[in-house]
């Protein structure tokens, strides 16, 4: 019993152990067989991947070589253009370069020619120069002897029968010279003219003319546009006698029913404007009318001028002056000092000087007086020699001034040391006066001591009647008495002015040398 409780207990323990083992190895091969199966799919489906795989990477190395087979066709189409366009570039320069050789060939050729043909001429020219001097020398032999009998015959020494012949050589060379020296002249404006455009474009844009023309221009109203050509007369002897006249320059242009006059001498202008409106006005405009509403203009400016005189006396308070002085005082109303109104700055000087003297406990009648005189120099500077304060202390002495107001007019530019209070009251208001703002401007007084340079220049020369700046500066119109200048001589005297305006002269761009020769026959009908 023991025994065979043993093989049971034995039996129980091993078989569920043998039962285990069995079913492990079944579940292991039933695994594996199933991990077989999976594994046999997975192959079949790598197979299939690498064998589509393999497919479209032939597809598309097809592909690839097909397009670039397409490139490299595409490429060697350009290569081969590239290479025929420069093949063709290549010809094209070998055909220059041949044709360039051939055209040296035969300029080599021709300038050969020429060579030998200058050689020839050479050679010709020094046989013929021998026969020259032969000939020359038979020719003196010839003059000696016709000389001689010339001499012989004229009963004239040989010098003097020389001096005649210079002289008239010496003639008959001088209008060739001038003939020469005319054409030379247009020639030479010609071109001239076209090369200054640029520079006188450029030179307008820096010129300061706004204040230029309204100081140097006046405008003169005319009925109608018909008027500008009588005024223009026939062949323009009109306008050629009212500029001869007034010495003022008549602008004529496209601006409808007006004329412009140009002068810097204001005066003038102003005698040009009144007789240029009485002859609008009376209808008869011609060169002897000109004349003598021309002497009636200046009539009436004359008198304006004493009437700024006088207005100016009453201004300021200033009697007992001298009537001729009051005339002169008078014309400062046409006077300018760097831009400012010599006149008006007169008065302003005297009532300033009043107004200070005042104040000061000084002598008033004696510094307004002093300061209304103190510029009247400046009224006569361009007619007579010196500074316009010497001008000033003359004029003064002359008309019978006091010794006071001469020393004044002496030492309001420290020309003598002022020893005076009422001298330096008027030193100090004219300093004033002046240095206000806007009240002076130095370019407009350099301009007129200009313009007064070229006139006195041109009234130098001998033959000289009448000289005129006109053109603002531009032009010299310079009138000659013609039994004394002829023409040959009025084309030299122009030359030699000009010289003498860029040896003494200083100014911008160029003047015009106007020399002008007039005869009039005059005969009266009885």
Known sequence: MTLLSSVETVLCIVLPIIGLLLGAFVGIMVYRVYQNKKLGAAKQAANKMLEDAVNEAKELRKTANREAEKEIEHRRDELERSYREKQSNISRSEQRIIQREENLDKKELALDKKSEELDRERNDLAQKRIEADKLKAELDNANNKILDEIQHISQLTKEEAKAQLIDAMRDEAQRD??????EIDAEAKEEADKRAQKLVALAVQRCAVD????????TVALPNDEMKGRIIGREGRNIRALETATGCDLIIDDTPEAVVLSCFDPIRRETARIALEKLISDGRIHPGRIEDLVEKAKKEVDVKVKEAGENAMYETGVFGLSPELVRIL?????RTS???????????????AGVMAAELGADVALAKRGGLLHDIGKALDHELEGTHVSIGVDVAKKYKESKDVVHCIAAHHNDVEPETIEAIIVQCCDA??????????ESLDNYIKRLEKLEEIANGYEGVEKAFAVQAGREVRIIVKPEVIDDVKAIFMSKEIAKQIEQDMQYPGQIKV??????????YAK
């Open 514 to 523: 106007n020399v002008i020769r007039e005869t009039r026959a005059v005969e």
């Open 177 to 182: 010279a001038a003939k020469m020296v005319r």
């Open 330 to 334: 008078g014309r400062l109303r046409y």
């Open 211 to 218: 204040h230029s023309a309204e100081i140097t221009v006046s």
């Open 432 to 441: 004033i006066s002046g240095a206000r703002p806007g009240a002076r401007r």
């Open 338 to 352: 760097y831009g400012q109104n010599v006149l008006r700055h007169s008065i302003e000087v005297s009532n300033l």
